[in-house]
C-alpha cells in the first residue's frame, strides 16, 4: 500500500508541474479563433485550450494575498481560465471589497473608482503572470435583470456602452476573455439591446482585438440569442446544478451544429460540493457529476470546458459570510477537491495528442449504448488516426475499428479519469469491430479508451516505452 501511494504522489507531482507551466501573457492576451474552426488559439499560433474555474466573487471577496493562493493553486493544476465578476452578485454594489472599496459612484456605471477597479487590475495582471486568463464579466447580470437576487438594476443601452468601453480600454491589452450576461438570459428587446451596446463599447475600447461570449441562465445557451452577432466569437451554455446525469451533450452537439461555425462550451455545469437542485437533502454532486459533465462535453465538441465548486465560487469562509445554498467546505479545502485534479488530467490527455482534429463522432460506437448516465460519448480525429470514448458507468465498448483506416496498427489502452493514469490493452489491425472492457465497471467507475496510431509520435499518452 505504501509503495502504490508513494507512486501516486510521485506521478501526481511530475504531472502538476507539467501543467502548471506559464504560458507568456503576450501570447494570452492575443487570443483568437481561426475561421471555421471549433477551438480558440493563443497569440503564439498554438491551440489554447479552456479549461475554466468559476471564481465569480474573486475581485469582491479576497484580499490580494489569498487571490494569490486561489490563482497559484489553479495555475498548479492546469486549469487556463479564472471566470471573475467585475460587479460582483452578492450585494457587490454596496457590499465593498476586501479594502472597502466600492465598484461605482452612486450606483452609476459611467463613474467607476479607480481603487477599486486597480484591485482589479492587480488581479488580472497575477493571472496572467502565472500562465492564466481572466474570462471577465463586466457584471453580474441581476444589474440588467433581477429576476433574482440583490440587483438593483442600473444599466441602459447607453450607460452600458459607456462603461463596456471604459473596461475595453482599460484592459485592451491585458489576458481577458470577456463574459457578457452574467448568469440572465437578456428577456425583452430592451435589455438586447443593452447587452449589444456594452458589447459594442468594449470593442469600441480595446479596437475587437480580444474574444467575445455570453455566460446565460441555466440551460439556456448564448447561440439562442446572439449567435449570428459578430461579437460573439464563441457559444456557451450553462447546463447548470439541476439534476445528477444533466445531459449536457445535447446542448453541445446542437451548437456543433450550427452556423456560422463557432467553438463552444459549457460554461457552467454542475459544481463539485453543490448540493443537488439545491436540496442538501439530495445530496451533493461529487467529482464523479464534474467529470462526467466534462467529458460528455468535451468529446462532443466543445472546444474546453469550465469546472466550479460550490465553496470556491462564493469563497465560502463562515467567519466572514454566510454559506450560499448549502456550502460547507472552506474554500481554501475546497482548492483541492478531487475533481479539479481530475480536470487537469483530462487536459493533459488532450494536449498530448493533436486534440483539435478531434471530430464527435458517435458512429465508432457499435453496442447498444443507452441514453442514461452511463451514456458513451466518442470523437475521432479527422485525420482517422487516433480516437477517444468515454463510458462513465465502465460499460463495455465495441469500437468499429475500421474507422482508424490511416493507421493500420494500433495501440489501444484505457486512461483512468480519476487517477491519470494509464493502462496498456495491446495492439490491433484497424479491421473489424472490437470489444474492450474495463477492469472495473459500475457507476462512478469511468474510463477513457484511447485508441492510436501506435507509430505516431503520440501513441501510448502515460505508458512506458
Known amino acids: 500500500m505504501l509503495a502504490r501511494s508513494a507512486f501516486f504522489f510521485a506521478f501526481l507531482a511530475i504531472t502538476l508541474s507539467a501543467a502548471g507551466q506559464k504560458t507568456a501573457p503576450a501570447a494570452l492576451s492575443k487570443l483568437y479563433i481561426l475561421k471555421d474552426k471549433r477551438y480558440l488559439m493563443r497569440g503564439d499560433q498554438k491551440p489554447f485550450f479552456w479549461l475554466g474555474d468559476t471564481a465569480w466573487e474573486l475581485f ?59 484591485h482589479v487590475d492587480w488581479v488580472i495582471n497575477r493571472a496572467g503572470e502565472l500562465g492564466l486568463v481572466v474570462g471577465l464579466l463586466p457584471t453580474w447580470g441581476d444589474k440588467f435583470n433581477k429576476k433574482w437576487g440583490k440587483g438593483p438594476e442600473i444599466f441602459t443601452p447607453e450607460n452600458a456602452r459607456r462603461y463596456g468601453e471604459y473596461l475595453g480600454r482599460r484592459y485592451r491589452n491585458k489576458p481577458v476573455i470577456w463574459i457578457l450576461g452574467g448568469d440572465r438570459n437578456p428577456e425583452g428587446e430592451t435589455r438586447m439591446t443593452l447587452i449589444r451596446a456594452m458589447a459594442e463599447g468594449i470593442r469600441s ?54 452556423f456560422p461555425v463557432k467553438p463552444t462550451l459549457d460554461g457552467e455545469p454542475r459544481y463539485e460540493d ?7 437533502e439530495q445530496g451533493y454532486f461529487d467529482d464523479f457529476d464534474v467529470r462526467q459533465a466534462a467529458w460528455w462535453a468535451m468529446l462532443s465538441g466543445g472546444c474546453g470546458h469550465t469546472y466550479g465548486n460550490h465553496s470556491i465560487w462564493q469563497f465560502f469562509d463562515v467567519a466572514r459570510n454566510p454559506p450560499i445554498s448549502a456550502a460547507r467546505t472552506h474554500w481554501t479545502r475546497a482548492m483541492d477537491s478531487p475533481g479539479a485534479f481530475q480536470m487537469g488530467y483530462l487536459r493533459r490527455l488532450y494536449e498530448s495528442h493533436p486534440w483539435t482534429r478531434l471530430l464527435p463522432e458517435q458512429s465508432v460506437i457499435l453496442n447498444n449504448n443507452p441514453d442514461d448516465g452511463g451514456h458513451q460519448v466518442a470523437a475521432l480525429s479527422e485525420d482517422d488516426n487516433f480516437l477517444f470514448a468515454y463510458t462513465p458507468h465502465g460499460r463495455p465498448l465495441t469500437i468499429d475499428l475500421s474507422r482508424l483506416k490511416a493507421a493500420p496498427q494500433l495501440l489501444a489502452y484505457w486512461f483512468n479519469p480519476r487517477d491519470g493514469r494509464t493502462q496498456r490493452i495491446g495492439t490491433f489491425p484497424n479491421t473489424g469491430r472490437q470489444e474492450f472492457k474495463p477492469y472495473a465497471a459500475g457507476p462512478g467507475t469511468d474510463w477513457v479508451l484511447v485508441v492510436d496510431d501506435a507509430k505516431a509520435p503520440w501513441a501510448g499518452y502515460g505508458l512506458k516505452k
Open 60 to 118: 469582491h471577496r479576497l484580499t490580494r494575498e489569498e487571490a494569490d493562493l486561489y490563482l497559484k493553486n489553479r495555475a498548479a493544476k492546469g486549469f487556463t481560465v479564472i471566470q471573475a465578476v467585475a460587479l460582483a452578485e452578492f450585494d457587490g454594489l454596496t457590499q465593498p471589497n476586501a479594502y472597502g472599496q466600492l465598484p461605482l459612484k452612486n450606483n452609476d456605471p459611467t463613474q467607476p473608482v479607480e481603487a477599486y477597479f486597480q
Open 274 to 280: 453543490h448540493p443537488v437542485d439545491w436540496k442538501p
Open 205 to 258: 475600447g480595446n479596437g475587437g482585438t480580444q474574444l467575445m461570449t455570453y455566460h446565460p441562465m441555466g440551460d439556456s445557451n448564448s447561440a439562442g440569442f446572439f449567435h449570428s452577432d459578430t461579437w460573439l466569437n464563441f457559444n456557451m451554455f450553462q447546463s447548470g446544478h439541476a439534476a445528477r446525469n444533466k445531459k449536457n451533450y445535447v446542448i453541445q452537439r446542437q451548437n456543433y451544429s450550427l
